[in-house]
T-cell receptor
Framework: AQKITQTQPGMFVQEKEAVTLDCTYD???????LFWYKQPSSGEMIFLIY??????QNATEGRYSLNFQKARKSANLVISASQLGDSAMYFC?????????????FGKGNQVVVIP | GAVVSQHPSWVICKSGTSVKIECRSL??????MFWYRQFPKQSLMLMAT?????????EQGVEKDKFLINHASLTLSTLTVTSAHPEDSSFYIC??????????????FGQGTRLTVV
């Protein structure tokens, strides 16, 4: 069964506007971590933000914030004040404490294109 | 932050030859590294988990004899694509994380290797 679901089609975002990328997850663990990565066309995976399952507050890192709704099992990424350099693929991932070797399970990704 | 270096960043090889890709953790020891494969416009698919000093653990459907993994030291894992064919052309990327045991420790990724088999 798919653990991470990202279903939005490619998105065009106006520069300086905010964009929300949806991510839902499936786990029976109580302890897990949720991650967002950015992958530009160069291919590198850039870590953006982390949310732990026991964290009571939503994580924030600069222009990135994570809207964590544990009961709904969603961990949406919000990018504020979009910049042209934000154009990339964005992947949501989950690490379960009980998942062998603490490896990450990735969603299919969201394509974001920021337009001037 | 911790750095993972992957080499080469791109390689073109002839069908039937073998290609070795290196993944190094530069400032931490990684007893476990992960190898992913990514097709264009798709997600990262875990191929195998590389364990220092022991055999790699392969995901279902990944050919062990095709994708040889060696993790001979705490800072180096290698992936060798043996007898490469055009269908092996893909983006391969490795990851590792410092063994702090904390669940919030991010996984650090190499730069990736774009393999083209002609």
């Amino acid at each position: 069964a798919q653990k991470i679901t990202q279903t939005q089609p490619g998105m065009f975002v106006q520069e300086k506007e905010a964009v929300t990328l949806d991510c839902t997850y499936d786990t029976s663990d109580q302890s897990y971590g949720l991650f967002w990565y950015k992958q530009p066309s160069s291919g590198e995976m850039i870590f953006l933000i982390y949310q732990g399952s026991y964290d009571e507050q939503n994580a924030t890192e600069g222009r990135y914030s994570l809207n964590f709704q544990k009961a709904r099992k969603s961990a949406n990424l919000v990018i504020s004040a979009s910049q042209l350099g934000d154009s990339a693929m964005y992947f949501c991932a989950m690490r379960e404490a009980g998942y062998g070797n603490n490896r990450l399970a990735f969603g299919k990704g969201n394509q974001v294109v920021v337009i001037p | 932050g911790a750095v993972v270096s992957q080499h080469p960043s791109w390689v073109i090889c002839k069908s039937g030859t073998s290609v070795k890709i290196e993944c190094r953790s530069l400032d931490f020891q990684a007893t476990t590294m992960f190898w992913y494969r990514q097709f264009p416009k798709q997600s990262l698919m875990l191929m195998a988990t590389s364990n220092e000093g022991s055999k790699a653990t392969y995901e279902q459907g990944v050919e062990k004899d095709k994708f040889l993994i060696n993790h001979a030291s705490l800072t180096l894992s290698t992936l060798t694509v043996t007898s490469a064919h055009p269908e092996d052309s893909s983006f391969y990327i490795c990851s590792a994380r410092p063994p702090t045991g904390e669940p919030n420790t991010e996984a650090f990724f190499g730069q990736g290797t774009r393999l083209t088999v002609v």
